[in-house]
């Protein structure tokens, strides 16, 4: 094993490394935030409940929808969390990636993700700065441009994305717990009041396929569950994380999904199987508070209001946080400029991921506002919509490197045919299926021609193909950068973990 005198990056690294102290319950609220359970109710199950109806706009297949998710997930993890027990190395699906399909594709897909997360936290500033207008015109001030307001938000969570994950995730973890007692009650009232049997009642409908846009459906519902991947990027920020880990993966999937899927369940019984998706359709973003008023009245929408904008803020910061994340991770192995890789002496954050990622976030507001004229509901759905395209495909990509690590390595560390095969290929199957899904029906959701879902689709493929013509150029021109591809360290790793991923 080499020296840190042998290595000075290495000693760097080891000196100002990320740091935290963070257990199951702060892991698994930070991954929660990541979808935002009241942004996610007052936003997305609205989509989900339309894009997922029947093809006469009755009854619905939301909750059903979840359960699958839930199903194939749990699949899923039960190769991802076992690969992570014996594979230590942080990075998250980076590393993973790596280790079961090598290091170009590990690194085409993390510089998928890297741009997958800051196009998906990008829905952030634009919804916040709906809401906070919302708010300052209910009191009569004049809220200026809406991009104004945007760009002080993203500001604002790159500074706190700068700070220690310890802040974040007390801050997260605050908020998190309004926001869930919040939708226990929305449920419990909306089943308690709900819609005459005349109206449909709380019926659930089966999947249609037929309709179009089940992908769409799909896309949405998945989203509400990307934030499971935080469970191992932030590695070396947690205390225990052999331990922290699985638990926090089996708890997150198990209790998001069901956590949305009665929250799906109880629109559908307040409003009714046979009305719910054509209410839904005609107040897409107040049909939540549309139900609390209806509840609990007038004076609970004004003080939910000002929670949801928090619940927004604490998504985007959270997602701000995976992105930064993986810009480091390939600023430490040397793939992007080391500056990326550098962490904050006294936060031990990675400072300059995050504020790259607030930059980027800032002129694309200044670029679709300012001098394009777009509105702020265009910034939060449509770049939204392309980066949980990406995201889904590297979760992928995750099942497929997942399968072929299990298999590889069952022997050595005395897997069983249920951890190494079975339950990954069910696994991808759902998530391959998911994928399909969303690149048929993207037309439908993003209001663009097949022309331009094609363009969306070339964009995707060059880029991922410029990544992994880069990951060869270094094999050839610089292969101890390319050595480190994978959060690898030649220097303190064994001869077989490094040559099993050439």
């Known amino acids: 094993m080499a020296t840190n005198e042998k290595n000075p990056v290495i000693k760097d690294q080891q000196a100002t ?28 199950i609205p989509q989900l409940l339309i894009y997922g109806s ?22 899923f993890a039960v190769g991802f969390a076992k690969m992570g027990t014996v594979m230590e190395r942080p990075g998250g699906f980076y590393a993973y990636i790596t280790d079961g399909l090598g290091k170009k594709v590990g690194l085409t897909s993390a510089m998928i993700s890297a741009l997958g997360y800051s196009l998906v936290g990008f829905f952030m500033p634009g919804l916040m700065a709906i809401l906070f207008q919302e708010l300052l ?20 969570s790159t500074l706190l994305a700068c700070m220690n994950i310890n802040f974040s995730a007390k801050l997260l973890f605050v908020v998190m717990v309004f926001e869930v007692l919040i939708i226990i009650v929305f449920d419990i009232l ?7 049997a005349s109206a449909g009642g709380a019926r659930v409908s089966l999947f249609d396929l037929s309709t179009g846009t089940f992908g769409i459906a799909m896309l949405f519902a998945t989203g509400n569950f990307y934030g499971f991947e935080a469970t191992v990027i932030y590695r070396e920020e947690c205390k225990e994380p052999k331990k922290t880990i699985p638990r926090a993966t089996y708890i997150a999937v198990i209790g998001i999904g069901i956590f949305y899927l009665f929250t799906s369940w109880g629109f559908i019984a307040y409003f009714g199987a046979n009305e719910v998706s054509g209410i839904a359709a005609e107040h897409q973003t107040n049909l939540f508070f549309i139900v609390i008023e209806g509840l609990i ?16 803020f604490a998504s985007g910061l959270a997602i701000h946080n995976v992105g930064a994340r993986y810009l480091y991770s390939l600023g430490v192995d040397g793939v992007l400029p080391r500056a990326f890789g550098k962490v904050a ?27 394009a004229g777009n509105t702020a509901e265009y910034t939060f759905t449509r770049p939204n919509v392309i980066g949980n395209l990406f995201v889904t495909i590297i979760l992928c990509v995750v099942a497929c490197a997942v399968l072929a690590y299990m298999r590889k390595n069952a022997d050595k560390y005395g897997f069983n045919i249920f951890q190494t095969t ?49 990951a060869g150029w270094l094999k050839k021109n610089k292969p101890d950068i390319y050595a480190r591809i994978g959060r690898m360290d030649p220097d303190i790793m064994d001869v077989d973990e490094m040559e099993k991923t050439k």
Not at 190 to 196: I, T, V
Not at 427 to 452: D, E, H, P, R
């Open 17 to 44: 490394g990320l740091q935290g102290n963070m257990g199951t319950a702060a892991l698994v609220m930070t991954v929660l935030a990541f979808s935002a359970p009241l942004s996610t109710a007052t936003g997305f």
């Open 54 to 75: 029947a093809n006469n706009g009755t009854g619905n297949s939301a909750p059903l929808i979840y359960l699958l998710i839930i199903v194939y997930l749990m699949f």
């Open 137 to 156: 015109n209910s009191f009569g001030i004049s809220s200026g441009p809406w991009w104004i307001w945007a760009v002080v938000f993203a500001v604002l």
């Open 190 to 196: 909306s089943f308690a009041n709900g819609a005459p």
């Open 297 to 312: 009245g007038p004076m609970a929408v004004d003080i939910i209001n000002v929670i949801a904008m928090f619940s927004v």
């Open 345 to 371: 002496p006294k936060q031990h954050s990675p400072y300059v991921a995050a504020l790259f990622i607030g930059a980027l976030w800032i002129v694309l507001v200044i670029i679709l506002g300012a001098f």
């Open 422 to 470: 079975i339950a990954p290929i069910l696994g991808l199957c759902g998530i391959g299926f998911t994928v399909v899904m969303c690149v048929m029906n993207l037309t439908a959701f993003l209001g663009t021609s097949v022309s331009g879902v094609l363009a969306i689709l070339v964009f995707t493929v060059v880029y991922a193909g410029g990544s992994y013509v880069y």
